[in-house]
C-alpha cells in the first residue's frame, strides 16, 4: 500500500538557517508527490509539485527515486516560513494520501 | 476568495447527536473530498465524489454519511457523534488535471 512518512512532527530552526523537512514514500511506481503547507489561522494550500520542479517562497523538493524521498529544503529560513508541513503522494487517480505533517517553527 | 466554503466554522457536539458538515464550491470541478485532520496522523481521507451523484469510501469512513446531490455540494454526516470524532474537517475539490487538490477553511468539532 502506498505511505508517506515523515518522520518529524517538530523542526525547530533558527532564522536564517538551512531547512529541511523530511518525507519518505513507499509506491509501487512512479510517484506524484506534493507539499502542502498550512499557515496559522488559514487553509491548507498546496505549495509545490515534484513534476514542476519548481521553486516557491525559495523552497525546493528533489525526488529521490533510489531513497524513495521527497525531502523539502530551503538554504535560509524566514520567519513566515513557520507553518505546518504536508507531504502527499498521489494515490489512483483521485486520491492524495498524506503524510503525518511536521510543525516547523522559526526562531528569531 | 470564496472558491470552498464550509459551514459552520465551529461546532460542539454531545456523544450521540448528528449534525451535517457542508461544504460548496463555486469552482465547477468535480471531484470533492472530505478530510479529517488529527495530531500526529496528517489528513486521513473519509469520502469522496468523483462526480455529482458518486460517493466513495476513503480511508477513514466508519462512523459518516455523505451525500452529493448536486455538483456544487457535498456534505458530511455524523449520525451519532462519538467523542472519536472530534477533529478538524476539511472539505477538498480536484483542480484541473494536475491531481492537486484546493482546500475549504476546515470546521472544528468537538464532541464531548
Known amino acids: 500500500a502506498q505511505r508517506v512518512t515523515q518522520p518529524e512532527k517538530l523542526l525547530s530552526v533558527f532564522k536564517g538557517a538551512p531547512v529541511e523537512l523530511k518525507c519518505n514514500y513507499s509506491y509501487s511506481g512512479s510517484p506524484e508527490l506534493f507539499w502542502y503547507v498550512q499557515y496559522s489561522r488559514q487553509r491548507l494550500q498546496l505549495l509545490l509539485r515534484?513534476?514542476s520542479r519548481e521553486s516557491i517562497k525559495g523552497f525546493t523538493a528533489d525526488l529521490n527515486k533510489g531513497e524513495t524521498s521527497f525531502h523539502l529544503k530551503k538554504p535560509f529560513a524566514q520567519e513566515e516560513d513557520s507553518a505546518m508541513y504536508y507531504c502527499?503522494?498521489?494515490?489512483?487517480?483521485?486520491?492524495?494520501?498524506f503524510g503525518q505533517g511536521t510543525r516547523l517553527t522559526i526562531n528569531p | 476568495n470564496a472558491g470552498v466554503t464550509q459551514t459552520p466554522k465551529f461546532q460542539v457536539l454531545k456523544t450521540g447527536q448528528s449534525m451535517t458538515l457542508q461544504c460548496a464550491q463555486d469552482m465547477n470541478h468535480n471531484s470533492m473530498y472530505w478530510y479529517r485532520q488529527d495530531p500526529g496522523m496528517g489528513l486521513r481521507l473519509i469520502y469522496y465524489?468523483?462526480?455529482?451523484?458518486?460517493?466513495d469510501k476513503g480511508e477513514v469512513p466508519n462512523g459518516y454519511n455523505v451525500s452529493r446531490l448536486n455538483k456544487r455540494e457535498f456534505s458530511l454526516r455524523l449520525e451519532s457523534a462519538a467523542p472519536s470524532q472530534t477533529s478538524v474537517y476539511f472539505c477538498?475539490?480536484?483542480?484541473?488535471?494536475?491531481?492537486?487538490?484546493?482546500f475549504g477553511p476546515g470546521t472544528r468539532l468537538l464532541v464531548l
Open positions: 502527499a503522494l498521489i494515490q489512483g487517480a483521485q486520491k492524495l494520501v
Open positions: 515534484h513534476i
Open positions: 477538498a475539490i480536484r483542480v484541473g488535471g494536475m491531481e492537486t487538490q484546493y
Open positions: 465524489s468523483a462526480s455529482e451523484g458518486t460517493t
